[in-house]
């Protein structure tokens, strides 16, 4: 007897199961890898917006606590009061709702070395003048008076919104407490017991939805609508504790 082998293939149906299946499993692996590049994309962002907004704040918030220290050493050399300077051009005064409806904040203090890590040679103390200030590049700079020929640094890039209020005392009974706060152009010569900052960022997210959704943002007393797609934000704001006051005026 002669023995013989059949060789079966494959069906067209079932060649075409078969290319379907495959197809399906390429698609949801492609979708599952998309949605985890998408999130990760996501969360780096978020991560980058929330880092870098943290460490300027606390920046700012340490400076500003030396706002008004006076030194014996250097008193008789003060040429600008110690404390917010809301007056005169040079150097630029604190002001409320600039051009790109942002504050600027100016303030000055006996110290060795500014905000832009500019310090006197030999390191002494003097009457130190720092500002802060968002440019029209959207970016949240510091100049300091120690480095004549410097046009500050940037601390924070993709500033949609920096705010600044004054928490005044206007109750002279010899205990330290805010009363009310106000923008710079309202501050009179009542001393200022704390300052509030407030910031919103922003970055572009290319993995968003494009969807122009309107939004409101209430940046202290600062009222800020987007309707930008593909963008991520994200919105700081601390109260300081001022240091340094005259008690005659309290």
Request: proline residues 3%.
């Amino acid at each position: 007897m002669s023995s013989r082998r059949y060789i079966r293939g494959f069906s067209l149906v079932e060649l075409m199961v078969a290319m379907a299946l495959g197809l399906l499993l390429t698609a949801a692996a492609v979708s599952l890898f998309s949605t985890n590049q998408r999130t990760f994309q996501l969360q780096q962002t978020m991560g980058q917006l929330q880092e870098q907004g943290q460490l300027a704040m606390r920046f700012i918030n340490q400076d500003v606590r030396r706002l008004g220290l006076v030194k014996d050493d250097v008193a008789a050399m003060v040429t600008v009061p110690p404390g917010v300077i809301t007056t005169g051009t040079l150097p630029p005064a604190s002001s409320d709702n600039d051009s790109n409806g942002n504050d600027r904040l100016t303030f000055s203090y006996h110290g060795a070395v500014d905000c832009e890590g500019e310090s006197l040679t030999p390191l002494q103390d003097t009457v130190v003048v720092n500002t802060y200030w968002v440019d029209d590049d959207a970016q949240l700079n510091c100049e300091g008076n120690l480095d004549a020929g410097s046009n500050g640094v940037i601390l924070l890039r993709g500033v949609r919104s920096f705010q600044v209020l004054y928490g005044i005392d206007t109750e002279k009974n010899g205990v330290p407490g805010v009363t009310q706060y106000v923008t710079a152009d309202d501050l009179g010569v009542v001393p200022v017991i704390a300052i509030k900052l407030g910031v919103l960022m922003e970055a572009d997210l290319a993995s968003m939805s494009n969807a122009e959704q309107e939004q409101t943002f209430y940046i202290l007393d600062s009222e800020v609508t987007v309707d930008e797609g593909r963008t991520m934000r994200r919105q700081f704001q601390s109260t300081v504790a001022v240091r340094n006051y005259s008690w005659e005026d309290i």
